[in-house]
């Protein structure tokens, strides 16, 4: 098995490409060994000294190292651990896990919801794909009064650029397509 690797903007992340499918559908995002125990594979990469951050997609595996670590001597490690996990054919999920709730127009007010499956079309078309290409994602959590809150995930969480990507390109993105759209933000 080759796992491919893909520097990303945030430089306490890397990109792991296995050359497979890792989830079926969007993504996971764990911040701590605990929250990874419904992952195998998460709770593996969590194993490693310095892992702070795992974000699973649906083809690729970012990790984020502590500011104390180094990838030099981190890549291998996370490399092994990826490459034991999927020879082993274990399971990606818990069959337990189930899947995060995105029903993001549950909580939205009636006359709101026109503009957030607007909003929801063109993140998962044309800003979702983007981001994951530098190993993130980022996933809608509420309008209000024309203000979208976005969570940024994986390598876009903490990136020094995430700012810019939410500023001058989703922001404008929403606000030339959805004239409600007055601003973005993100949410942690």
């Not at 419904?38 to 997609?57: K, M, N, Q, Y």
């Not at 291998?76 to 034991?84: E, I, K, Q, S, T």
């Not at 999920?93 to 009636?110: H, I, R």
């Not at 957030?116 to 044309?126: A, N």
């Amino acid at each position: 098995m080759f796992i491919q690797t893909e520097a990303t903007p945030n430089p306490a992340s890397l990109k792991f490409l296995p050359g497979r499918a890792v989830l079926p559908a969007g993504g996971r995002d764990f911040a701590d060994a605990r929250s990874a125990r419904v992952s195998p594979l998460a709770t593996r990469l969590f194993d490693i000294e310095g892992v702070s951050g795992v974000f699973l997609g649906p083809d690729f595996i970012t990790v984020t190292k502590s500011d104390a670590e180094t990838w030099t001597v981190m890549k291998p490690l996370v490399l092994g651990a990826l490459m034991d996990h999927f020879a082993a054919d274990a399971p990606v999920l818990d069959a337990a896990a189930g899947q995060p709730d995105d029903d993001a127009l549950e909580d939205t007010p009636e006359e709101d919801r026109e503009v957030v499956r607007q909003i929801l079309d063109l993140l998962e078309t044309r800003v979702r794909p983007v981001v994951a290409q530098d190993g993130g994602d980022i996933v809608f959590h509420a309008y209000r009064d024309g203000v979208v809150q976005l969570f940024m995930r994986g390598s876009c969480s903490g990136c020094p650029s995430s700012t810019a990507t939410l500023k001058r390109g989703v922001e404008t993105l929403l606000r030339h397509h959805i004239p409600a759209v007055r601003a973005v933000e993100a949410v942690r």
